[in-house]
């Protein structure tokens, strides 16, 4: 009796599973309604319904995991808190914290301040009357064009200018930074806030800078446009027409080193930039006409750093300067004054 019990329960569950296997094999969602006519047959119904079933349980299981992994966002405000609590919120949370500014406008002199480092040549004893007065030649223009004698009198005067002009762009500049506010609706972090000000810095420089170099240009510009004289002859020099009353003025013409060879610099195709090397000329003689002035014979001595060329104020912007700080050089440069910084 057991055993025949036995084998009937088998059978039955053997004819669910099998009936189960066949339904699913022949599961179609599609309905029999004969007023519904579908454009399918009774295998690609089935076939249809098996994907249909497959992309419901891929859907179904994708928003059951995206919502099992969704982040909680918990919000709490503090109302009073000091700046090492706001960076070690920064540490822990620095793409959910969020600090408003209660005043969204703040000029840069309340938390940036620029002290200006003038160059030494500025605050010397090099730029002031008396030491420029002293290097005054009334027969300045008798000296050989390269000759130190022939403009260190204007190089200087244009050096003064420089300084002021330098100290009134950075005067005007940082006026006009530390009215300008930064804005912003939320609080940096430190490093954001130093990155910040580092770059309103160097855009700060980057446009002293500019401005100086742009007015330099305009004025150089403006005496080369205008075809300006210079009174010491380094940019154009007059030539008598012989047998008349009538002069030519010729464009100077100065020797520049490219490399390890010297080529010719007109002035007026240069805008007034060539320049030369300068030295101390106790025996020399005029250049021929249409040809650059030449170191021969040599100088007596070279001042160093120091250039000479078509404007004094282009001649000592492209100068180094370094023979002011060689006493040697400033007692040579000082031998024809009365004094001696």
């Known amino acids: 009796m057991s055993s025949r019990s036995s084998g009937s329960s088998k059978n039955l569950f053997n004819a669910t599973r099998s009936a189960l296997i066949r339904n699913a094999r022949e599961l179609n969602l599609f309905s029999n309604n004969p007023f519904w006519s579908s454009t399918l047959n009774s295998s690609e119904q089935i076939l249809s319904t098996r994907l ?12 059951i995991i995206y919502a099992s992994l969704i982040v909680q966002i918990h919000s709490e405000t503090l109302e009073q808190f000091t700046l090492s609590d706001f960076e070690s919120l920064q540490s822990h949370y620095p793409t959910t914290i969020n600090v408003p500014c209660t005043q969204v406008s703040n000029p840069y ?41 022939t403009f260190t009198f204007a190089q200087f005067q244009a050096l003064a200018l420089l300084c002021h002009t330098a100290n009134q762009s950075i005067f005007d500049a940082y006026r006009a930074f530390n009215s300008t506010n930064l804005v912003t609706n939320y609080l940096f972090s430190r490093a954001e806030f130093t990155e910040i000000t580092s770059v309103l810095i160097d855009n700060l420089q980057n446009n002293i800078l500019a401005n100086e170099n742009r007015t330099a240009r305009i004025v150089l510009m403006s005496l080369a446009q205008n075809r300006l004289i210079s009174a010491l002859r380094t940019n154009v020099y007059l030539r008598s027409v012989y047998g008349s009353k009538l002069f030519i003025a010729n464009p100077r013409l100065y020797l520049e080193k490219n490399g390890t060879s010297w080529s010719k610099c007109m002035c007026p195709l240069t805008g007034d930039q060539c320049v030369h090397p300068v030295g101390a000329f106790y025996s020399w003689s005029a250049p021929e006409f249409g040809e650059p002035p030449k170191p021969d014979p040599p100088p007596r001595f070279q001042i160093p750093g120091l250039m000479t060329g078509c404007l004094p104020l282009e001649s000592i912007r492209q100068s180094t300067l370094e023979c002011l700080y060689q006493q040697s050089c400033i007692n040579i440069l000082s031998s024809q004054s009365n004094i001696s910084p």
């Not at 249909?52 to 928003?63: K, M």
Request: hydrophobic share 50%; proline share 4%.
């Open 52 to 63: 249909f079933l497959l992309f419901l349980f891929i859907s179904l299981s994708t928003i």
């Open 109 to 149: 002199h309340k938390f940036i301040k620029l002290t200006p480092i003038f160059h030494k040549v500025c605050s010397s004893p090099f730029i002031e009357s008396q030491w420029i007065s002293s290097l005054f030649l009334s027969n300045a223009t008798s000296h050989h064009i390269l000759d130190f004698r």
